[in-house]
Structures are given as C-alpha cells and as structure tokens.
C-alpha cells in the first residue's frame, strides 16, 4: 500500500473517531473531568473536517476547504480550551469560535481569495495560535506536580511550529505531477503523516495527564483533612517522621506541640455543629498563618491538633504558641454573627536531638497540654527536657538491669 495522501486521510479519519470515542469513554468513568470530554469532541471534529477535505473536487469548495478548514480550526479551540478547563479556567465562547469566524471572514476577501500561499499562511497561523495556547495553558499550571503535564506542552508546541512553518518549507519542496494542488504537494504528506503521529500522542498523553490528576487528587484527599484543609492525622505523623529522621543527621532544635481547643462540646451545645466546625476551620487558618514553610501543622482528631516547630529554640516556640493563642481568641470573638470567643490549650516540648522518638515527644507535649488544662485551660505549658531525658535514662537503665537478671537467669 503507497503511502498517499488519500490513505493518511482514510485512516487519519479512523484514528481521530477511535480516540474521539476512547476520551469520551474515559470522561464517562469519571464525569469531574470536563477537559477529557472537551478532548474527546476536538478528536471527532478534526475527523469531520478531514471528511469535507476528502470530498475536494467533488463539493463546492466552500465545503471542502472553507467549511473543512473552519471545522478544524474550531476542533483545535475545542482542544485549547479542554486545556483551559484542565487548568480551571473559564470557556471564552469569542476565542473559541473566532478562529473559524476569521478565516470565513479574511477567505472571501479578492486579495486571500487569489493567493494560495496566503491562505496557507492564514490557516497555518490560526492553528498554530490555538496549538501554543494550549501549550501555554499547560505551562502555567506546571505548579501542579504533574509529569505527563512537559510531553504534551512539547508536543503541542512541536506542532505548532510545525504548521507555521508550513508555507515557507512548502515553497522550498517540488509539486508532485497531479491533478491537482491540494493534494499533489509533498508538504502536505509530510503534514499529514505528522498529524496522525500527532493526533495519537497527544491524545494519550492528555489521558495520561487527566489520569496523573486523578491519582494525584486521590493521594492528597487521602493526607489532608477534609474540614479544614490541613494535614490530617496520618500525614502529620508521616511527615514528623521524616523531620525527626532529618533531625537525626543534621540536630537542630525542634519544638513539638498538642493544640486542644477548650470546652469544645459547649460550643457545639450552645451554638451548633455548623459553628463548631467554623471554629475549627478558623483555628486552622490561625495555626496555618503562625507557621513558616518547613513547620508541620495538622488535625489529629475532633479538636486536637499538632505542630511540629523546626530549628525551634524555647523562646520561639513559645512566642509561636502565644501568637496562636492570642489571634484565635480575637478570630472567634465573633463568628458567624455569634459571640463565640473560643480559646486554646497548648503543651510544648523541644527536643535538641534525635534521642526521643516521635511518640515520646507527643507523649510528653500531652503531659504538658494536661497540665494546662488542669491550671485553667487557655494557656500554654511547656514540658522540661530534663525531666523527660531523666526518664529516658531510668528507663533504658531499668531496661539493662532487666535484661541481665534475665542472662543470669538463663546461665544459670
């Protein structure tokens, strides 16, 4: 079987339909997804526009290459604004359709009309300017961690370049002997060979895409607190872990603390559930704002929450609790239009090296915590260190001593 243009349109037009159907497929699994639906119709409108380009020399032209053309076009929109959407940006109904509706415009002008190369050019541009815009939109959503997210904006851009060098190469290539120019020109194999390699890489790459965003969602949900939106239980204790195991090889000071609000269920009893979980978010935002980047902050549970300070010093940590501890109690003075003024209970322990484990720590941070709420609540108190290492050491001594009462017992 020759290598035709005819034959790259046959199977272009299969292609493009079965990856039209496959995306919409996917979209059905999971409908949140808007962009892969928006994907799957470009694949099908660019199987429509090569359609009405196939029926050149048997349809007026205004089918077959105005229309074909405006269909294409308008499929390639479809595909940048997927992108947009992928990237939660609005549709823009002007720019979608005002690709198609330059070229039905500026193709029936005398000048366009009689040259073909600036029709060419014309056509070349307005996909080149859709191609890169969606490459563009990729782009500036890269603070989304996500890898598949650099093929598809090389690609597009690739594709774009491609096309809009279309008519400088074209003119640079001889005219195969045919009937007719449309389909005679090597430049336009080339394009259409490309467009088939094109229209199957992009579109797996933008499920693959659309698949890494859905794994990547389920992972986060799994780690943050549905509340309040900051790390749940299990991510703040995954996370302390890996600091503590840091800790270990570089020491630096750090300050573990237990954050319990007062009282709690008398809010929930006086002014609802709903408040009571507008004070929790509130706490959240408050805690968030007191911590800097490398600082662990999360919800264990109901009320409680933790923080971990690093490269924390005593004076710091304290100075970070107070600040919590002040600013809730200005942030619940009203909540909702309710006179809430909730406050917080803190205990802190610091550890100057990786000695104590992170269940030690917590363990110690709720001894303090316990003390503030036995010395009235709404305070802060911190637990000694030496005292804990004190106890470490009796500990581990009580430990030896048993274990060679032990040996001495078996030698025996």
Not at 95 to 105: D, F, M, S, Y
């Amino acid at each position: 079987m020759n290598l035709d243009v005819n034959t790259l349109f046959v199977v272009t037009i299969y292609v493009e339909v079965i990856l039209g159907l496959l995306l919409l497929f996917a979209w059905v699994q999971n409908t949140a997804l808007y962009a892969v639906a928006w994907w799957g119709f470009a694949h099908l409108l660019r199987a429509g526009s090569i359609v009405l380009f196939g029926m050149y020399g048997s349809v007026p032209d205004l089918i077959s290459i105005d229309l074909a053309n405006a269909v294409l076009f308008t499929s390639f929109a479809v595909t940048w604004t997927g992108a947009r959407l992928f990237d939660h940006h609005n549709v823009q109904p002007v720019l979608l359709l005002g690709g198609a509706g330059l070229w039905l415009a500026l193709c029936h002008l005398p000048a366009v009309t009689g040259s073909w190369d600036l029709r060419t050019l014309l056509s070349s541009g307005i996909i080149t300017a859709y191609t890169w815009a969606a490459a563009y939109e990729f782009y500036r959503g890269r603070s989304e961690p996500l890898v598949s997210r650099w093929p598809a904006i090389s690609l597009l851009f690739a594709h774009g370049a491609l096309y809009l060098l279309r008519t400088p190469f074209g003119a640079m290539l001889p005219w195969l002997p045919a009937n007719s120019q449309v389909f005679a020109s090597v430049w336009l194999t080339v394009l259409s060979f490309e467009g088939l390699l094109f229209t199957i890489a992009i579109a797996f790459i933008l499920l693959a895409m659309a698949k890494e965003r859905s794994e990547h969602q389920h992972k986060t949900d799994s780690l943050i607190d549905s509340l309040t939106g900051i790390a749940n239980r299990r991510a703040f204790l995954q996370d302390s872990e890996i600091q503590l195991k840091r800790q270990a090889i570089d020491p630096r000071p750090i300050a573990v603390m237990l954050l319990d609000l007062d009282n709690f269920k008398s809010i929930n009893d006086r002014f609802g559930h709903a408040i009571g979980d507008r004070v929790l978010q509130c706490f959240a935002e408050v805690g968030s704002s007191c911590m800097r980047r490398l600082d662990i902050f999360g919800r264990l549970g109901g009320e409680e929450f933790a923080a971990l300070l690093v490269d924390a010093s005593r004076d710091r940590a304290l100075a970070v609790a107070e600040q919590i501890r002040s600013s809730f109690i200005a942030a619940t003075g009203e909540v909702d239009g309710k006179p809430v003024v909730a406050t917080v209970s803190i205990g802190i322990v610091i550890s100057y090296d990786a000695v104590l484990d992170l269940s030690a720590l917590l363990a110690q941070a709720d001894h303090a915590l316990y003390r503030a709420k036995d010395n009235g609540r709404n305070r802060i108190e911190i637990a000694s260190i030496e005292l804990i290492l004190d106890r470490v050491k009796r500990a581990a001594a009580a430990a030896d001593r048993a274990a060679a009462v032990k040996a001495a017992r078996s030698a025996a």
